[in-house]
């Protein structure tokens, strides 16, 4: 069974860390055979604010089509004003009621400038993914200091960091892995005996 990835960078600003940590995640799911994963760029969807009418609704609707027919998701939050970003909340927003994320587990990998970390921001999508429904996982990583721990070529400088970003990744496929798919083939072979 292919596993279909959704990643959702919450940072919009050119050059952003968020989406330098996200690769090096990236780069961990795609050691897996058989991965599917469509990196979700906020900065080109034109996300409409809440109750507004979207100016390219064909864009919308693959958002949540790519969110909807995912196994799972892996959301990265830079930490804004001791919160998620207003990025990352709007494309949350535009995913529906019901959420297209209801039912998906989510690994939750957070970046901040400060030396506390993206505490607020991984702890607020925590709620906010729990609260539309999803399955946020356990371990959400929290990258502080994050100017040190990446160059300006997008290269990680920090071993420890990037193992911790890298776990971001495979506790979202261990979780697909134990508690998703076995669940998904049990279902196919019930399935199978009663037809
Ligand atoms: C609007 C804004 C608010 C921010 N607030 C915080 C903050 O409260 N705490 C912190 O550690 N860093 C804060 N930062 C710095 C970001 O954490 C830093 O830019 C980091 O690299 C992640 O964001 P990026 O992916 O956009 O680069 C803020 C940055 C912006 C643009």
Redesign the pocket.
């Known amino acids: 069974m292919t596993i279909r990835i959704a990643t959702i960078c919450g940072?919009v600003?050119p050059g952003?860390?968020?989406?330098m940590a996200m690769n090096v995640a990236i780069d961990e799911l795609r050691k897996t055979s058989d991965i599917e994963v469509t990196a979700i760029d906020l900065s080109t969807l034109d996300l409409p604010l809440p109750g507004l009418d979207a100016r390219n609704p064909e864009a919308i609707q693959a958002f949540q089509t790519t969110i909807e027919e995912a196994t799972g998701a892996l959301l990265a939050a830079?930490?804004?004003?001791?919160g998620i970003s207003s990025p990352m909340k709007l494309a949350i927003d535009n995913l529906g009621f019901p959420s297209k994320l209801a039912g998906k587990p989510v690994a939750i990998l957070g970046?901040?400038?400060?030396a506390?970390g993206a505490i607020k921001s991984t702890e607020q999508l925590r709620a906010i993914c729990a609260h539309v429904g999803a399955v946020p996982l356990p371990l959400a990583v929290s990258i502080p200091l994050?100017?040190q721990v990446f160059n300006e070529q997008g290269e990680c400088q920090d071993p420890r960091a990037e193992a911790l970003i890298r776990r971001s990744a495979t506790s979202l496929l261990d979780y697909i892995n134990n508690a998703v798919c076995p669940k998904l083939s049990l279902e196919a072979l019930l399935r199978e005996k009663s037809t």
């Open positions: 940072s600003r952003n860390y968020t989406h830079p930490e804004y004003h001791g970046v901040a400038a400060g506390i994050i100017q």
